[in-house]
């Protein structure tokens, strides 16, 4: 299992070790420590090589975006290239993150994709209109993961990797 709180993890070719502080850097939004753990697992099956920090609820997530208390610092926690956002977390929910996003973060670029458990059009919906960039059910098999993840990088990243 995943300790929760900050954590960061960099998927590089071991030939581009030297790189890994270069690698684009994704902020997972997520309580529940199996998808994180699968989702890393997809990254790296799918060649999608980047930085991953993680934090547990929204309100660590608008923390993070922010640049708030132990964020404060973008050099040790850059601006992240892409959002995956769950909706359902404890504390502050991935819809009022997104409610935030909109009212007061816009003031630099991030895609937020939506990853959740939940297919249904009504949350969809509200996602979208809060200012989602896509929204993604959480796959129930590892394939539709890796296929997931492949699309993160060919729509969001493939352009930050290649900088």
């Known amino acids: 299992m995943l300790a929760f709180g900050y954590k960061s993890v960099t998927f590089f070719y071991r030939q581009n070790a030297c790189k890994m502080r270069t690698q684009p850097l994704i902020l997972v939004a997520d309580d529940d420590e199996d998808d994180v753990f699968l989702l890393e697992r997809a990254f790296e099956k799918a060649s999608v090589f980047v930085r991953v920090i993680v934090v547990p ?31 359902k977390m404890p504390m502050v929910d991935g819809f009022d993150v997104l409610n935030w996003w909109r009212e007061r973060g816009r003031e630099r670029d991030l895609p937020i994709v939506v990853m ?34 492949s699309e993160l990088r060919d729509r969001w990243l493939d352009q930050e990797m290649t900088r």
């Open 116 to 149: 959740s458990t939940s297919n249904h059009e009504a949350d969809v919906k509200r996602a979208m209109d809060l200012g989602a960039a896509a929204y993604r059910v959480k796959p129930s098999e590892f394939e539709r993961l890796l296929a997931v993840a």
């Open 57 to 87: 609820n929204g309100e660590e997530a608008i923390g993070y975006l922010s640049g708030e208390g132990k964020y404060s610092d973008r050099k040790e926690y850059p601006w992240p290239v892409l959002m995956l956002l769950d909706l």
